[in-house]
């Protein structure tokens, strides 16, 4: 019955980002972050942009 078992390999990433903060104004003074933090970042833009393009392309009144 051992054998029937299946063991799962959960692979986790990690995105490393390294701040700089002045705690007595409560903002970020500096911010680090690797490819991957990018790559993430602008992967939220492009769903978005390519929306609002579809829907001024379709309500322009300039035909192409």
Known sequence: MADSVTQSVEQVDKITLRLMVDKENKKVVYAEAGKDFYDVLL???TLPLGTIARLVAEES???A
């Open 61 to 63: 009144n300039i035909e």
């Open 43 to 45: 992967s939220f833009l």
